[in-house]
């Protein structure tokens, strides 16, 4: 027998809401957290770009899923606490994506011929000057079409989280959260888990 839509639709706007919110949070927060990491990345001194390349080479490869795992559950077992799921849930997403911004908006920084540099120099403009009005403008044309194709990758990545997530580690771990008495589910996974059921088992009156 069919899902009936009284209870389909509230819970997929339910979920969609919670796919917005997290959508925008990454890309408020990422794009520029991306540009500082494409900044620090590029430094002269070694002790700074080194550990932030560290960083770029562990969130770039590895699944996101096993990073919203860790944020969920490690800081629990390395420092006795744990975050809000939903906190947890974009701090994964942002230092994920900042780490690809970074690198995109450092490959378009990159791609500027250091003769414009000279130039800017030779017309009297400041460091900060040249970066600003001369630099900026052109790695924002070169970077767009990158970040866009990013932008698309988090729309799905971000649609994901609630069906995978509320599967998965709600379900499976739910046994783990009484043990360490992380946050229970909130009330939209549970409902989202209850309407993923019916959808899987059938639904009975």
Known sequence: MGIPLDLLIPNMLSASSTTLKIFFYTIILSIPLGFVV???????FKIISVPIQIYQLIFRGTPLMLQLFFFMYGPFYIFGFSFKRSVACILAFVINYAAYFGEIFRGGIGAIPKGQYEAAKVLGYTKFQTFMRIILPQVVKHVIPATGNELMTLVKDTS?????YSLIVIRFFKPLEH??????????EDSFVSSTEIAVNGYTK
């Open 160 to 164: 994901s989280y609630n069906q995978v």
């Open 179 to 188: 043990n360490i008495s992380v946050n229970k589910p909130t009330v939209m």
């Open 38 to 44: 494409a900044l620090l990345r590029g430094s002269r």
